[in-house]
């Protein structure tokens, strides 16, 4: 780049650019930083420009030559420089090489604000990240190995006595972190992409007998905590989950039609679905005195607000009716039961629950064995008439 003393007749007829480049830059002797650049092609004009650093070089255009003279030029690039001089400058940290980063840095700086935002189980992470972070928070994204992760989910079970499950949901939730850094282009590859699980079948498929329900039932509709036994009732008769119950306001229900309306806010598989409302659960919005009082269906009358949890009168009321190590959820299963076993189709009991995989709902396909067997017994009766 050569250093010329700019002159009327230079600026006229001598900046040009040599056929052996592409642009070529002449700086000005008298006034530092300032320099015209001139690009190769007849129609290219010199444009003025102030070199600076901040810290690395860069450059600011000022104008070209048809429309800034070179006093111009001279007097805005001083004023920029001045500018320059009087602004902090601008620490540049180079941005850090994919991998980089520690795990505890990446799940406090980047992960848990967008989990928080985003994800209903976030504070179940959180608890995973206890036992991950102990181990591996100060390992680089890109140290994370697959051997180190197997050692630790054995050590899950054997040292620590977590149940198999537990264990696999904590190598999951290792997984979608690499999966995240991956995504926002912070790792190259994840290392523990099919990583195998212990995968231990622990559903819990407990359902109340015809029996149970004779028993817990009056013990539901009589007992004095009946904001507790009201919900219970809600949940037997709709199939619902606890959560979305204790969530539900008079404005989603629409008792013309016989629907409540379910938020996607407000559900598991974060879409919106209609839930229909049978007699039972008819009668139960019946007995409520929140109706145009509360925005809520379900209240604690001691602090007006909707209610947190039920389990302390869920044990009391179930230990009445005398039925041991039944949960809240096991309600929902009984609901399923009781229409598997009344001959809907999986399909109704899907769409009903809400369920978003039809292979959940196949695990009550079992529970149909009553209308089967009544399927079975008529087409016996037809073998025994021809037999006789």
Request: charged share 25%; proline share 4%.
């Amino acid at each position: 780049m050569p250093v010329v003393t700019f002159s009327a007749a230079l600026l006229a007829t001598g900046l040009v650019c040599p056929p052996d480049k592409k642009r070529i830059e002449y700086c000005d002797k008298d006034c530092p930083g300032l320099l015209a650049e001139v690009r190769q092609g007849g129609g290219s004009v010199p444009t003025w420009y102030v070199r600076y650093k901040q810290p690395t070089t860069k450059y600011k255009r000022l104008g070209d030559l048809r429309s800034m003279t070179l006093a111009q030029a001279r007097k805005a690039a001083l004023m920029f420089k001045s500018q320059l001089s009087n602004t902090p400058k601008v620490i540049e940290v180079p941005a850090q090489a994919k991998g980089e980063v520690t795990l505890d840095a990446f799940v406090k700086e980047h992960v848990n604000p967008y989990n928080q935002m985003r994800k209903r189980s976030h504070v179940r992470d959180l608890q995973f990240y206890t036992r991950v972070g102990a181990k591996f928070g100060q390992s680089k994204l890109s140290e994370i190995n697959r051997r180190e992760v197997q050692v630790f989910h054995n050590e899950l079970v054997t040292k620590e006595r977590l149940a198999p499950a537990t264990a696999d949901h904590h190598v999951v939730y290792m997984r979608r972190l690499l999966n995240l850094a991956v995504q926002w282009e912070m790792l190259e590859k994840n290392t523990l992409t099919r990583i195998p699980l212990m995968k231990v079948d622990n559903q819990v498929e407990r359902y109340l007998t015809d029996e149970e329900v004779q028993r817990l039932v009056p013990v539901l509709t009589t007992d004095l905590a009946y904001g507790a036994s009201y919900i219970l009732l809600f949940l037997l008769s709709t199939g619902a989950r606890l959560n979305e119950a204790m969530q539900a306001k008079w404005e989603q229900i629409d008792l013309q039609t016989g629907v409540w309306r379910i938020p996607a806010k407000n559900s598991k598989s974060k879409k919106g679905r209609a839930v229909p409302l049978n007699a039972s659960a008819l009668w139960v919005l019946g007995q409520l005195w929140t109706k145009d009082k509360n925005p809520h269906l379900f209240v604690n009358e001691a602090t007006n607000k909707p209610f947190v949890t039920i389990t302390r009168a869920w044990y009391r009321l179930r230990a009445k009716a005398g039925i041991e190590g039944l949960r809240i959820h096991d309600l929902r299963h009984s609901f399923a039961s009781f229409l598997v076993n009344g001959g809907r189709s999986l399909y109704e009991v899907q769409q009903i629950l809400g369920h978003s995989d039809p292979k959940v709902t196949m695990r009550y396909a079992h529970l149909s064995t009553k209308a089967l067997q009544e399927a079975a017994n008529a087409a016996s009766v037809i073998v025994k008439q021809q037999a006789a």
